[in-house]
């Protein structure tokens, strides 16, 4: 606590004279959101930028570029001028796997942007659908799928996504093989899950639970280190492989050169943000756990995921766009 006070009166002291020069901000903020309108990476931009728009003073909206497993939204705000107004929803996606599943990005994720902070991290849930798979539990899925192999159809929401990588961790630390199956978002993933043309999937919580509540799905576990609380009688992965663990995360960044006063403002911004008891009560809602960093600490998580998502790509031969 005492690190995150010294960084926040530290960052407003330097920021002082360049805002009062700027009246920065004095137009509205967009974030560019790499992936369609009422998804989970939507929802956050708009309930975080709603809170900062007070904080702020202008505001702060959410602009949908979908597609590429967010590479076009990402390359998108690459582009734009780095004057604090233009930000971008960065995922483990963008800011994760796609450095190594895309043979010609077009952005680069670490020279071409600064970190702002972490938003949220979010663990998944394993589902099936009962009437294709007979498995009650994760070690009867796994013991049917080794007796099966390839038989099974694991869907995600894309290449890329943590619903795929995920999936493709699970296969590996279980030492079996499903076949997987990309979409082009949850929304259809999910239709086929529970229309049984598909069996299995690595689901958001919020995306998956309607589906699991009504009996049309069934959870075996969620891929985070701890159990949730919407699901509070699914264990997680670990306890049936241990060591495996998956969390998904967004966070905010802003294109490179946006000037340091900007990024400590809007730093400040995010924690008020997720300080909001409104906030967290909508973020976990959606199974998601609000999750404030410096710009330094987010940095370094951004760092690390490309490095372990490159070898889990690389394990699992996962071939590059």
Not at 218 to 232: D, I
Not at 238 to 264: C, D, K, Q
Request: aromatic letters at 6%.
């Amino acid at each position: 606590m005492k690190t995150c006070q010294a960084f926040l009166a530290a960052a407003a002291l330097a920021a002082a004279p360049w805002l009062a020069q700027a009246g920065y901000p004095e137009k509205p903020i967009h974030i560019i959101v790499g992936a369609a309108a009422g998804g989970p990476t939507d929802q956050t931009a708009r309930v975080v930028g709603e809170r900062m728009s007070a904080e702020l003073g202008v505001p702060v909206v959410a602009q949908n570029i979908a597609g590429g497993g967010g590479s076009l939204g990402a390359a998108a705000a690459a582009r734009a001028r780095p004057d604090g107004y233009t930000l971008l929803m960065g995922t483990i996606s963008t800011h994760g796997a796609n450095p190594s599943l895309y043979k010609h990005l077009n952005y680069d994720a670490i020279k071409d942007f600064t970190p702002i902070s972490m938003l949220v991290t979010y663990p998944l849930v394993v589902v099936v659908n009962p009437q294709q798979v007979p498995a009650r539990t994760l070690g009867e899925l796994i013991s049917y799928a080794r007796a099966h192999p390839g038989k099974l159809n694991r869907g995600s929401a894309g290449v890329g996504t943590s619903m795929h990588l995920s999936g493709e961790l699970f296969d590996s630390m279980a030492g079996i093989k499903t076949t997987h199956v990309a979409y082009k978002g949850s929304a259809p993933s999910m239709k086929d899950l529970v229309g049984g043309q598909i069996d299995l999937s690595f689901e958001s919580l919020a995306v998956a639970l309607p589906h699991i509540q009504s009996g049309r799905l069934r959870a075996l576990a969620v891929t985070g280190e701890a159990h949730s609380p919407l699901l509070p009688g699914v264990p997680t992965v670990a306890e049936t492989l241990p060591g495996y663990h998956f969390s998904a995360w967004l966070g905010l960044v802003a294109p490179a050169g946006t000037p340091p006063a900007a990024i400590a403002l809007l730093n400040g911004a995010v924690r008020q943000a997720l300080a909001d008891p409104g906030v967290v009560q909508a973020l976990q809602a959606q199974a998601a756990q609000p999750t404030w960093s410096t710009p330094e600490a987010f940095g370094k998580l951004i760092a690390s995921d490309i490095a372990r998502l490159r070898e889990l790509i690389q394990t699992a031969g996962i071939a590059p766009q």
